[in-house]
């Protein structure tokens, strides 16, 4: 059954099967239901899909989704290939990318068991966050982690303080997702939420964020992200792209789904208000049988 979650979180990576062997330490499951195997996409015509990501992602990639019984929570893993994979931008979020917030019991002997299950590479030192009881650090492909004492999943999307206001016009009157300013969590650095979303989704504004241009880096960089906004109005927003100029489409609307990116680097897929997770799955046709 197609599991329809707000906190679903995306990651480009370099190696789709040892990024789901770190993430089962964490207690996600090995593969998305109903599909044993990782998706291929390609840029093909066969491939309708594939064809029109391919600006984005690569011309070929492959995905599979995990997710946490417990919590609801998934890790969406984009696999891009080496021809078409560029070195990270930089080593803090760039504009667009999520740090993710992961529940768990104890957060340092879950870092322990990644970085046990992930031996071939050397994850940063973690800190304590006390302001999300839990732990920080840099892991597989250069993801920024939280693990979090706290039952919550959640994100933390990156912007630079010059962009901000044209992503917060984007979200406001495109994707009509209220933005409310939050008490900062550091000196210097603005901190906003996602209002009325089912699950939480910090933004971060900082005049050192790197901004990137969608068009030149796409996703093909490890650990560049996507996220996920569900209930959206896909109809007021295919006519408000249209109006204001802010976003495109990855792909195009169709059956309640779209994969949007904004003006300044951020790319999300959404879910229209009316969308049926059970007709994607198929249960609506073996009801019929």
């Given at each position: 059954?197609?599991?329809?979650?707000?906190?679903?979180?995306?990651?480009?990576?370099?190696?789709?099967?040892?990024?789901?062997?770190?993430?089962?330490?964490?207690g996600?499951?090995?593969?998305?239901?109903?599909?044993?195997?990782?998706?291929?996409?390609?840029?093909?015509?066969?491939?309708?899909?594939?064809?029109?990501?391919?600006?984005?992602?690569?011309?070929?990639?492959?995905?599979?989704?995990?997710?946490?019984?417990?919590?609801?929570?998934?890790?969406?893993?984009?696999?891009?290939?080496?021809?078409?994979?560029?070195?990270?931008?930089?080593?803090?979020?760039?504009?667009?990318?999520?740090?993710?917030?992961i529940?768990?019991?104890?957060p340092?002997?879950?870092?322990?068991?990644?970085?046990?299950?992930?031996?071939?590479?050397?994850?940063?030192?973690?800190?304590?966050?006390?302001?999300?009881?839990?732990?920080?650090?840099?892991?597989?492909?250069?993801?920024?982690?939280?693990?979090?004492?706290?039952?919550?999943?959640?994100?933390?999307?990156?912007?630079?303080?010059?962009?901000?206001p044209?992503?917060?016009?984007?979200?406001?009157?495109?994707?009509?997702?209220?933005?409310?300013?939050?008490?900062?969590?550091?000196?210097?650095?603005?901190?906003?939420?996602?209002?009325?979303?089912?699950?939480?989704?910090?933004?971060?504004?900082?005049?050192?964020?790197?901004?990137?241009?969608?068009?030149?880096?796409?996703?093909?960089?490890?650990?560049?992200?996507?996220?996920?906004?569900?209930?959206?109005?896909?109809?007021?927003?295919?006519?408000a792209?249209?109006?204001?100029?802010?976003?495109?489409?990855?792909?195009?609307?169709?059956?309640?789904?779209?994969?949007?990116?904004?003006?300044?680097?951020?790319?999300?897929?959404?879910?229209?208000?009316?969308?049926?997770?059970?007709?994607l799955?198929?249960?609506?046709?073996?009801?019929?049988?």
């Open positions: 059954m197609f599991s329809m979650v707000q906190t679903h979180h995306g990651i480009s990576c370099s190696d789709i099967v040892q990024t789901k062997k770190v993430l089962r330490t964490l996600f499951t090995e593969f998305q239901p109903g599909a044993p195997e990782p998706l291929i996409y390609t840029n093909t015509e066969d491939n309708p899909i594939g064809q029109v990501t391919a600006p984005v992602l690569g011309d070929e990639y492959h995905t599979h989704y995990v997710e946490n019984p417990d919590t609801g929570q998934q890790i969406d893993l984009i696999e891009i290939q080496p021809a078409a994979l560029v070195p990270r931008p930089c080593e803090a979020p760039a504009q667009g990318d999520l740090v993710i917030g529940p768990v019991d104890d340092w002997a879950a870092y322990e068991k990644m970085q046990a299950a992930d031996p071939d590479c050397a994850y940063s030192t973690p800190f304590d966050v006390p302001e999300e009881n839990g732990i920080r650090f840099i892991c597989r492909d250069g993801q920024h982690t939280i693990l979090t004492r706290n039952k919550e999943p959640f994100a933390i999307l990156h912007y630079s303080t010059e962009d901000f044209i992503a917060r016009r984007f979200y406001e009157e495109v994707l009509q997702v209220g933005i409310e300013e939050v008490e900062p969590k550091e000196e210097g650095v603005a901190r906003y939420q996602m209002q009325g979303i089912k699950g939480r989704m910090d933004i971060e504004v900082r005049d050192d964020t790197k901004r990137l241009d969608l068009r030149a880096w796409g996703k093909h960089y490890p650990s560049a992200n996507h996220f996920r906004l569900v209930e959206r109005d896909i109809a007021h927003i295919e006519k792209i249209v109006e204001t100029g802010l976003g495109g489409y990855v792909i195009p609307p169709f059956g309640g789904f779209v994969f949007i990116h904004g003006p300044t680097s951020e790319t999300i897929e959404m879910f229209d208000k009316n969308f049926n997770p059970a007709a799955a198929g249960d609506d046709a073996e009801a019929a049988e």
